[in-house]
């Protein structure tokens, strides 16, 4: 279990809100053989509306249960208490959320220590091997059961992630959305080793008995604890490492333990571990670990490809960047699978310090879980908007009120031409698309195919609550995650003069778009080249009202009109169409351009010229 | 051990070089206590000198020994052979090699397998605590033994390189030079905690038998073999984990193993571990790694700064990369603590992606193999000038032939310029300081304290051969290395125009510098301005005969002298001269010079105006 709050705060009556049902047809299982029936342990939240479209799939991690939060005032607390209630982002008052203990697991959910029901002896080393294909088919026997066609939603983090990920490819058309957090399409080779020696503690113990310590009345105590010790590492970072111990390191807690407790992590370490062998069992342990080490979405960017292609939900994918169990870079392969076959996906890399516990944790929560939650509204109000025969539109429940980002790009003469470059229709990649406001405009205007890429996390969540697709990248980076000619307009807005490597992002914006609008400040207009000829200063190039210094522009690149057109000439990039502005009069410019513009809109391509 | 060299290739006659002595004189520990006696098993390459100066001492790192090279063509390959040999970096023609296995190990010198004199029987449990100090106060009787009053070098990496840290503060004035790879003042409580589960692993072995497993005639094998393993991970990166198993992931090897073998890391894991087993003592490996574990050189700057004040050596010291065992931050920490203290430091941070084995690996070896022969070799070369009485030159060895960087470097005027301007006598930092010209230049001429900071490796390699002490870094962070008025000069050399924060930059200047230096190209010049306002085209700033565009120049700052003076009289820096240059004329301007100079160099300080 990936967080201390429900270790420490154990559910007194864990079966108060605990129900079950049990299925008494046989369960295929994804490796052959099956399991003669199967029960699902789960706790719901909040109520199934009437035409059973509110509802809420939630996915726990490796030793997490159905306790996901309390239900009320005098139950115990949950392990996304954070998360999930009335008017938090997975909102129980708008939402009804269910949460099922895992197929494998030790919470109520049939695993290696439920009986069988033809022998009545538990299942022990019988218990057959289970793959995440198996847990979600389990899951969605619960889905049935409540009679719900389409989850709003699927989320997990961790395993739970990779839950959600196979439910998008199992039951494609019965989720409208899936918020994958801190997973991958698979375990690092990294991440992988740490589980094998895990198991490796737990099967070389004496108590295993082969798996059938039940069996002998005892359990192996010191390997799961063993296992739990090295998970626990795997869950946080080096940096909270560092915050939690190294202030009193070498004073070991006296506590109760066989482990070594010469060091506060040491001591730490013993102690969970030791705990933990008190709630989980050590053939559960191995059951779900061995289906996540075996999980394998893709192993290659082609294969994961693939195995996307048939998804038709939403995507929010979100990383932790200290998280080194499932590190960022999975996600992003995840997220470039979906983006090149135009899926509809969110992203972003969390900055964090807490490692893998990251998503469990109140740091940062105001842009992982405020992410969540407008990522989850925006779905809703899309349902709400089919329902009602409403397409295309900022979801209700986002439209912004008058006079905010909208009408302040109004202000941007230059944003507001580059809409008109722009015909109803097309798909646009825009790049650096900060808070979406380009975006919004153009899918106000009914624009449906529409992406942005921004480095900004603070931006992404904007973008999110306006219900625009953000996708956090570094546009330096390149564009490898996108297909030649894939998109009809790729938008580089008065962003060239802030990148270094000019001549690549080009290249790359021509690969990918049929058309690419760029537009820049001018170092060519007067002003600038009196500032420089006749007071003999650097030129203060102009953003809005606003003209930064030499010292702290975050501009790196200064080019004339001239300059551009020289450049395309040479890199063999077709200028369309130049649209010279001077965007203080809000006019285009014909007369002598390079002098007389402030700001250039180039619309350009890869074509070859004739 | 870190290395696979060696596992895979044991000495079919471990013997055959291996030397022992032993001590029988009580050996007090640092934790109390003592050792009635002590035997040390050694190897030595290469002839002990008449002078006795030519001595290198070799630091082997958990699990290593004294097999570093084999001795002839017919022995059998050592664990660094890639290092040690005739004319390798560490040159057995030119140096007197000296390896021993450390106190405590389990391959000759004495440790808890080894045979109590009084009792007759194995140490085992009665092994007394060791620490770093007293397997370096035992390697220092070695040394004694020899008759060498000054090691040439103490050089090691892992545990290696704590031990030769811990030797220069043990021991400043016997040792010259120092060379820790892979190492830090400490663990991480993240590389402690794996440390610790890999001891609770052992002793859970039911056959540790509270460690006098001998008695019993049985191993903790499964134990040792877990401890190993997570030891393993731990050696390599995610990254060549990556690449040593994502291919045949889910092939497991087929051999004679308990352990899990579905994957092929874990066949790779169960491999390693057991065939451990057959090679170290369990006992060795829990007294080593405490050693390693409890070692505290400073845990915070100021401590490590104040242990640090009595070291009398050079230093190098190398990080990794992708080290996540020894992350390099720690490294860095070192280095600045020896660099505020003026104490001679070269550092780098070898890019590779083989972790923590990197340092024993050929990936990246001519950069960090080169490095340590050229440090080596300008401390031998000191060693004979100092004998011959010459002192503050360029090493003799390393001597630049004539029309080499020194010319080159003539042929800029403003580096010869700025050299004029620095008295005799005087300390210099010179940020950004590329191969060395402006430094070996300034050593030349005799002045003694100097430090570069470079962030490219490969000029830091160059610096290292010309005898000049350059320390990786990169300038945008700022000096906090550094404490105010660290310097007499700082120099800033045609280097200001490529950092983005100039404002932070110039203000850690002028907080380490008594005086500094700082030379930019003018885009006031007149040849720039016409440029702009004649012919519509952004500026080529011209560096010598090369002028970049500006889509790639590496300039992202443009500024003219009377910006440079704005910004200066804005931010209370003083100017105390400026230098305005024609460079290609070779001549200083007085007439308009914003008009007229094409490089300004200006002297600066932070000293307040009256």
Redesign the interface.
Known sequence: MEFDSTDSVRNSNPLKYLQTVTFHEPLPLEHGGFLPEVTVAYETYGTLNERKDNAVLLCHALSGDSHVAAHNETDDSGWWEIMVGPGKPIDTDRYFVICPNVLGGCRGTTGPDAIHPQTGKRYGVGFPEITIGDIVETESLLIDYFGINRLLAVIGGSLGGICTLEWSLRFPDRLMSAVCLAAGPHL???S???D??A???I????NFHNGNYYEHGVVPA??LA?AR??GH?TY???ES??Q???AD??QGRKIDT???T??S??SY??YQGEKFVDRFDANSYIAIS?AI??Y?LG?SPDELRRKLRKTMCRFLILSFSSD?LF?PFLSQEITQALLVQNKPVNYCNIPSDCGHDAFLLPNNFDLYGNMIGAFLRCGEAEVRNQASGVRNRIPETEAPPPDSHILADDARFDVTQIIDLIPDNTSVLDLGCGSGGLLSRLKQRGNTQLVGLEINEVKIRKCLEKGINAVQADINAGLKEFEDDQFDFVVLSKTLQTI????FVLSEMVRVGTRCIVSFPN??YNK???Q??E?????RIEHGKTAA????TDD????????FE??CAEKGIRIHYALPLDTKQRKHISDNP??NADTVIMVVSGEVMD
Chains 1, 2 share one sequence.
Do not use: C, H
Not at 549 to 552: F, V
């Open positions: 690092t080779s990294q992988l080793a740490f094998i020696v198991r490796n503690a099967q070389s113990d004496p010191d390997g063993i010790m090295l590492i946080l970072s080096r490492m560092m939690k111990f190294d390191r070498n066989k482990f070594e010469k060091f992590v040491g370490l013993a061995t080490d075996t394998e192993s080194w590190p270094r490597d000019v001549e170092l060519g600038y080249r009196q420089l000829s007071q003999g200063r650097a030129p210094e030499w010292y702290n790196v690149r200064f080019l004339t009109l001239a300059d020289y450049f390079n002098y």
